[in-house]
């Protein structure tokens, strides 16, 4: 009696790992665009809009090939997030802007959202994660 019981506890335990571990999701980032294969692109991942282009939840860096590069974010949560990208093509670690904060270096985000009288806002690049998702981002 004790084993049938031990054992229906692991079979149900296991089945809530597994119902808990279908709550996550891969985001793929494809980022094109870029004229170079020097430097890396920054890929930033951010699931509240008040962090949006200044604290990513998660962040990678990634190496340009064949002027593209691929990020990919696994064990994500449902919810809404944004991306933003840059290409470091000067290879100093840092988006380098001119004297008004506009970058100097290719940039881009997720929908490929746009720049307009500043940053492009995040209800422009959010997009909901409930599956696994491919994004493209072209940088410019």
Known sequence: MQKTILTLVC???????????SNKFSVTVQI????SDKGNVYVALYNAEKDFLKKPFKGDIVVVKNKKATAVFKNIKNGVYAISVFHDTNENKKMDT????????????????KAFMGPPKFKDAKFIVDKNRILSIKVK
């Not at 079979?11 to 808990?20: E, G, K, N, R, T």
């Not at 094109?32 to 004229?35: A, F, I, N, S």
């Open 11 to 21: 079979i149900l335990s296991s089945f809530l790992i597994q119902a808990q571990d």
């Open 32 to 35: 094109t665009g870029m004229k």
């Open 98 to 113: 001119n004297f008004l904060g506009i970058p100097k270096e290719p940039t881009g985000m997720s929908n490929n959202a």
